[in-house]
């Protein structure tokens, strides 16, 4: 019996040794790439912060129209100006005296903004969404009643027409 199939005990330990420290070398190189995946999400998500809080803070102002003083709405109101302080105050202006404005008219900002805050809201809520909605419905189709006509009988009129039955 060939027995050069056989390996040395020392043999079936450096196999296992080296299987060993390459199993190892790969967890090494998967958390690394773990952490960096990590902090590309988080990197993300603080973006994603950025924009939501901007976006918000437009549409906030969009919806302040009816703040602003009818006669003068040119006015930033005192109160803004004293919560937000200027900066933040003239931008709610900004986005306040865009909104007076016919859809025509306004700025593409405020309809972009507003987009980008319901769109993260959504996505937002459907990270948490345990059930995943497929958007297929139930169609419950009947059978209707036939409707009966009456019979009419036809008779031909002028050529023969033989004994052919229409």
């Known amino acids: 019996m060939p027995e050069d199939w056989l390996k040395s005990k020392d043999e079936i330990e450096f196999a296992q ?20 995946a990590k902090l590309a999400r988080e990197r993300l998500r603080s973006i994603e912060n950025d924009i939501f809080r901007k976006a918000l803070e437009v549409v906030d102002g969009a919806i302040s129209f009816n703040e602003l003083d009818p006669e003068n709405p040119l006015e930033i109101p005192q109160e803004w100006i004293d919560e937000l302080g200027d900066e933040r105050a003239f931008r709610k202006h900004n986005a306040a005296t865009a909104a007076l404005r016919s859809a025509k008219e306004a700025p593409m900002g405020l309809k972009i903004a507003e987009n980008m805050a319901s769109n993260i809201i959504r996505a937002r809520a459907s990270e948490k969404q345990t059930q995943v909605n497929i958007g297929i419905e139930k169609v419950l189709i009947m059978e209707a009643p036939m409707q009966e006509f009456p019979e009419v009988v036809v008779e031909a009129h002028g050529e023969e027409q033989g004994d052919e039955d229409y």
């Open 17 to 36: 040794a080296r299987s060993s420290m390459l199993a190892k070398m790969r967890d090494s190189e998967l958390a690394e790439i773990e952490d960096e």
